[in-house]
């Protein structure tokens, strides 16, 4: 299976880069895991709050494949405990997906030509997140569920 994470921009934050880069090197034993960068909009900074989303939305729409597995990191989706987020993705490589794709928006969320597309919704926390700090919560996340898949002794009850 392969496992993409799609992100808008770049992070300028040093800490999460370390953090990402860390838990993708240690994914690296279990998945196939990239993090696909849509390039911030350029001139957004000038742009209405909807039309950035807008333009956004469809740089993130032309990365995802017709097969992939879209899932948005939202705030309203399903939250998981640990265990159960490793169930779902043990559940996904049982029935053979090909490729997650965990979609994170820009500052302002998703256009709604986003919240259209056929896709599960998975918040990681009721609480609000930086979209930077997201890229660093959740590849945490998914290395703790192959960790807890494969029985290693990173999670602790």
């Given at each position: 299976m ?14 999460v ?11 690296s ?23 950035l ?7 993130l ?27 779902w993705i ?14 994170v928006?820009?500052?302002y ?42 029985k290693?002794?990173?999670h602790?009850k």
């Amino acid at each position: 299976m392969n496992i993409d994470l799609i992100v808008v921009g770049r992070t300028n934050v040093p800490f999460v880069e370390q953090a990402v880069s860390e838990y993708a090197k240690r994914l690296s034993r279990y998945v196939r895991f990239s993090i696909v960068v849509v390039p911030d909009i350029k001139g957004g900074g000038s742009l209405s709050e909807a039309k950035l989303k807008e333009r956004e939305g469809e740089a993130l729409i032309a990365a995802l494949a017709p097969y992939d597995k879209r899932v948005l990191l939202d705030e309203n989706g399903r939250q998981f405990s640990s265990e159960e987020f490793a169930a779902w993705i043990e559940t996904a490589m049982n029935r053979s997906v090909r490729k997650l794709a965990f979609v994170v928006g820009g500052a302002y969320g998703f256009s709604d030509s986003v919240r259209a597309l056929d896709c599960e919704k998975m918040s990681l926390s009721k609480m609000t997140f930086s979209h930077q700090m997201i890229r660093m919560l959740f590849t945490e996340q998914l290395y703790r569920a192959f960790t807890i898949i494969n029985k290693e002794p990173y999670h602790h009850k």
